[in-house]
């Protein structure tokens, strides 16, 4: 973690696009704001390369829902089609590529994991899909990070590379030795070939297909970290942060949920100021995840960049930082996860050489998130439980019990193999608990199999040509919709919907705290280009509690009563739903009032 995985993967993709006739590459990350970092790495890459500076300019796209956001991409944008033949830049944005099916066609592509699984979905276009990644050099990061739904997905689509003769390069951290093996197979089948049986022994490995594993030689000395477990009470957690960074330093608290990210941040903010606190998780605004997001990686970021670092400070976030963001913090305080997250969020600390205060010199991460370490076998918290299940979270509590230090990188491959071998672990007396949590587990991962297929894309040799590609399939899918999303993602239900702010006298208004803010929107006319860009990165996805399959409907229905003649006419905006504050930035949907917080997100209570 953090030595130079991505910039291997590219070095790998010159050689196999030199070796195959490959003439672009596609690099695929688990999230838009992974992707968004990636991005900008890919661009810096590209001028680099050889034969950049002899005057041929190649095309590069940003491939998500949201690409519009980011700025860089944006900048492309106005200057591919603004800027004059000969301009000396060696990347460039085409027009031609604007449109949704055709972003993934350019020569090099930066986009989220789905522009990648929707290769294997049978949906309109599919041949599109097919097109944008044959003759170039597939780079899939984080590959760990799918799980068992996403991975059939995942499993199929490498067979039709395999069948292509597509060069894929896949990178983790934190890969256990089955999942490899079945990856490989994956690409295999679609070769038309074997996959040796047995791996080699050790980390970090790199193997292929065809190839014998070969295993690279660990940094010395090792990073040792030192794991602390402290009660899941905010009063103890204060006492924490305030005892280790009585010298100053970062710290960073990620929470398993959204609640648990804001609840957190509010209380540590009466200790440390509201200044020294900044709270990041999914249930921001778009066009607001974007800029914190920018702002996690201007002040926690490389030394070797613009960082702006501060004396002090506490990031409390949810999952958005364990993966792909280039962060390093003093100090860490994580809920429990499955073994391989926990590990992954360990990349976050003490990531670069930089001087630290002398209470976090040492790197430092603390288990939270339990209900009482004393008891065993110990049981995570209830939010926790509902996101990752009962059994990955149980396992990784006992392979790490007992244990006071890790040894990064040496401990993550025996971790990793600890927790997804069938091996027992931990005490004896865990091993009732542990035996019907695995049983649960492995019924559910079952049933996540089943459900994959059914819109699951055949093999390349079940037809002598295209024809019933796609029938009984999913129809047209967009870029990052829910209608694709659902399909390729086996994640609870959500909805989307567009915010905008009610006026004094009935109207709508730009939301105010955002470009253009507080901009009258028309009611029965198009809404402007430029403010309906605006109302379009206003979007927001509802918590839980307004979109579990029990109360989806109605709030749907509820929302639908809010539609505008102006966004029905706006190409931008048609068919989108939409909630609408008040001039105190609250709403009240389904029995809930809805508080936006600039601060804190999207707050739901209980009317």
Known sequence: ??????????????????????????????????????????????????????????SLRLAHGKAHLNDEFAGMVHRGRYGCVGDDEAAIVHAWFSGRKKSVLAAFVVGTIDQVLFAGLKSRHLMLRHLALAGKVVIIDEVHAYDVYMSQYLHRVLHWLGAYRVPVVLLSATLPPDRRSELLQAYDTGRGRETPGALADGYPQVSGTGLQSVVLPLPEPASSVQLDRIGDDLDMLTEYLSRHLSEGGCAVVIRNTVTRVQETAEHLSATFGVDAVTINHARFLACDRAEKDRDLLRRFGSPLGEC????????????????????????????????????????RLHRHRRARPTPVRQPRCALVGVLDWNTGPVVAVPESRKVYGEYPLLRAAAIL????????????????????????VGPKSWQPKLAVAERIAADRAQQRRRAAGDFLLGESDAADDLCGWVRAGVGDVDDDSPQGLAQVRDGEESLEVLIVQRDVDGGLLVPDWVRHGGAQLPLDGPVPYRLARVVAACSLRLPYALSHSGVIDDVIRELEASRFTSFDKTPQLTGQLVLVLDQHRQAKLNDYRLTYDLRRGLVHDRI
């Open 1 to 58: 973690m953090g030595s130079g995985k991505t910039e291997a993967a590219l070095l790998a993709a010159e050689a196999l696009a030199g070796r195959s006739g490959a003439d672009g590459v596609f690099i695929a990350l688990p999230t838009q704001a992974t992707t968004d970092a990636m991005f900008s790495r890919v661009r810096r890459w590209l001028d680099r390369l050889p034969g950049s500076s002899d005057g041929r300019a190649v």
């Open 401 to 424: 019990h007992g244990r006071d230090t890790l040894s990064v990188p040496h401990d993550i491959a025996p971790l990793v193999h600890a927790a997804y071998g069938h091996t027992p």
């Open 308 to 347: 702006e670092r501060p004396d002090i400070h506490i990031v409390v976030a949810s999952q958005v930082v364990e993966q792909s963001l280039d962060i390093d913090f003093d100090l860490m305080v994580t809920d429990l996860a499955p073994a391989d997250l926990v590990l992954q969020r360990l990349g």
